[in-house]
């Protein structure tokens, strides 16, 4: 009985937070959930990074083309972003708090498998297992820091989001650090790491367990999505849809390739480019942390056009830039174009009223596929083109940004909305 009343007093205390944010709301973010969920995010990316840090040692040891490089970015893409939707749509109607640690497992599997594969199938195969495990986690994960949000949806996305790219981040040192001095064999004490993550999840598994009931309860009627026509939901979908794809495939030109055209155009040592890759993806982490509160202040819409079309002036003066302006310029380009996401998603929740698991697994999947394509497609042409030309083509991607004005300004209608109720 004490537990039926308790949880009708949070439910009401929550439906209130939805309604009109305020200082309770702050009091009831579980701020120990985000961080257990993003410090495992942070694990999980760091051992994924692993695969795009260790790639010129795999180019060098398999002998393998620009081509071969982009398909084991495809298999890991592709393996991370079709089963993210199917997930997300299942834990919908069925949350499955236990798929947290199981996901791990699978990326705990393939991380063995690339410090001992021997052979560029296996290669392929280790990729897979890891973008497997990513698939179980992060629809998952997304929701269990939406529950643990307070209300504060934006502040949560970006707090899970900066813990995995702060891990992407770290792939390249660690890789420059300790796999580059001792070999591919090195890889497998990365498995500790992995490991540590199944410790932590367990324990957020029995948060889930406890709270999915309460706190999971989607609000859906209390969402300004509702007030938007079927079309026009589905019109303001493909927009973000258009903007995942211009962001990902830059994105992938830098995470992929970019160790390889600073060899290759400054004739820098792969410790150095692995250095100037980590310099980039720590911008990304720290843009990841800037949007989601923002986009809570300033409305969503205006973090998304800013952080795409804002980055354009930027990418263009990428390609004709020396060693130490191109550092800058990447730098700036990682904080600007990273702090998109977590208002993407957000925003995207709100279209979609309780389809939190659906809409997580959806965006984080076909970021991922948009990497994984774009990482293939840049793979052949820097083949047949050169590398120095992915750059001067993909500078103009963040144009596409511009779209970003179509969408529905949900932060305005939801002001107008909350004055009308208090008239």
Same mark, same amino acid.
């Given at each position: 009985?004490?537990?039926?009343?308790?949880?009708?007093?949070?439910?009401?205390?929550?439906?209130?937070?939805?309604?009109?944010?305020?200082?309770?709301?702050?009091?009831?973010?579980?701020?120990?959930?985000?961080?257990?969920?993003?410090?495992?995010?942070?694990?999980?990316?760091?051992i994924?990074?692993l695969?795009?840090?260790?790639?010129?040692?795999?180019?060098?040891?398999?002998?393998?083309?620009?081509?071969?490089?982009?398909?084991?970015?495809?298999?890991?893409?592709?393996?991370?972003?079709?089963?993210?939707?199917?997930?997300g749509?299942?834990?919908?109607?069925?949350?499955?708090?236990?798929?947290?640690?199981?996901?791990?497992?699978?990326?705990?599997?393939?991380l063995?498998?690339?410090?001992?594969?021997?052979?560029?199938?296996?290669?392929?195969? $280790? +990729? /897979? !297992? %890891?973008?497997? &495990?990513?698939? #179980? @986690?992060?629809?998952?994960?997304?929701?269990?820091?939406?529950?643990?949000s307070?209300?504060?949806?934006?502040?949560?996305q970006?707090?899970?989001?900066?813990?995995?790219?702060?891990?992407?981040?770290?792939?390249?040192?660690?890789?420059?650090?300790?796999?580059?001095?001792?070999?591919?064999?090195?890889?497998?004490?990365?498995?500790?790491?992995?490991?540590?993550a199944?410790?932590?999840?367990?324990?957020?598994?029995r948060?889930?367990?406890q709270?999915?009931?309460?706190?999971?309860?989607?609000?859906?009627?209390?969402n300004?999505?509702?007030?938007?026509?079927?079309?026009?939901? $589905? +019109? /303001? !979908? %493909?927009?973000? &849809?258009?903007? #995942? @794809?211009?962001?990902?495939?830059?994105?992938?030109?830098?995470?992929s390739?970019?160790?390889?055209?600073?060899?290759?155009?400054?004739?820098?040592?792969?410790?150095?480019?692995?250095?100037?890759?980590?310099?980039?993806?720590?911008?990304?982490?720290?843009g990841?942390?800037?949007?989601?509160?923002?986009?809570?202040?300033?409305?969503?819409?205006?973090?998304?056009?800013?952080?795409?079309l804002?980055?354009?002036?930027?990418?263009?003066?990428?390609?004709?830039?020396?060693?130490?302006?191109?550092?800058?310029?990447?730098?700036?380009?990682?904080?600007?174009?990273?702090?998109?996401?977590? +208002?993407? !998603? %957000?925003?995207?929740?709100?279209?979609?009223?309780?389809?939190?698991?659906?809409?997580?697994?959806?965006?984080?999947?076909?970021?991922?596929?948009m990497?994984?394509?774009?990482?293939?497609?840049?793979?052949?042409?820097?083949?047949?083109?050169?590398?120095?030309?992915?750059?001067?083509?993909?500078?103009?991607?963040?144009?596409?940004?511009?779209?970003?004005?179509?969408?529905?300004?949900?932060?305005?209608?939801?002001?107008?909305?909350?004055?009308?109720?208090?008239?």
């Open positions: 009985m004490q537990t039926r009343v308790e949880d009708a007093a949070i439910d009401g205390a929550m439906e209130s937070a939805i309604a009109a944010p305020s200082a309770s709301a702050e009091e009831r973010t579980a701020y120990t959930v985000l961080g257990a969920i993003s410090f495992s995010h942070l694990l999980n990316d760091m994924q990074s695969i795009l840090a260790i790639y010129p040692i795999l180019k060098s040891g398999f002998n393998l083309s620009f081509a071969q490089i982009g398909l084991i970015t495809l298999v890991y893409q592709l393996t991370a972003s079709l089963l993210q939707p199917v997930v749509m299942y834990t919908d109607r069925r949350p499955l708090p236990y798929s947290l640690p199981v996901g791990m497992g699978f990326t705990l599997c393939g063995l498998l690339l410090a001992w594969a021997p052979n560029f199938p296996l290669l392929l195969l $280790a +990729a /897979a !297992l %890891v973008g497997t &495990g990513s698939s #179980v @986690f992060h629809p998952e994960s997304s929701r269990v820091a939406r529950m643990a307070g209300g504060k949806h934006g502040l949560a970006s707090l899970f989001q900066v813990g995995g790219n702060a891990g992407a981040s770290l792939g390249p040192l660690l890789a420059a650090w300790i796999i580059v001095p001792h070999g591919r064999g090195s890889v497998a004490w990365f498995s500790l790491a992995a490991l540590l199944i410790v932590v999840l367990l324990q957020v598994e948060w889930y367990a709270h999915h009931a309460v706190r999971g309860k989607p609000a859906a009627k209390r300004i999505g509702e007030t938007l026509s079927r079309g026009r939901v $589905a +019109a /303001a !979908l %493909v927009i973000l &849809g258009v903007l #995942v @794809f211009s962001k990902y495939f830059y994105m992938a030109s830098l995470s390739y970019y160790t390889f055209y600073l060899i290759h155009t400054f004739d820098v040592s792969v410790q150095s480019a692995q250095t100037h890759l980590f310099a980039f993806l720590a911008a990304v982490a720290a990841a942390l800037i949007g989601g509160p923002v986009g809570d202040r300033i409305g969503r819409k205006w973090v998304i056009w800013i952080s795409i804002g980055a354009a002036p930027f990418t263009l003066l990428l390609p004709h830039a020396n060693l130490f302006w191109t550092g800058i310029l990447s730098v700036v380009i990682g904080l600007i174009l990273a702090s998109a996401f977590s +208002a993407i !998603l %957000v925003y995207a929740q709100e279209l979609l009223p309780g389809r939190v698991g659906m809409v997580s697994g959806l965006f984080f999947g076909f970021a991922f596929g990497g994984g394509i774009g990482a293939a497609l840049l793979g052949e042409l820097a083949d047949a083109r050169g590398i120095d030309f992915v750059y001067q083509v993909c500078a103009y991607l963040p144009l596409i940004g511009v779209i970003a004005l179509w969408l529905p300004d949900l932060n305005g209608k939801k002001k107008l909305k909350q004055a009308s109720a208090a008239a």
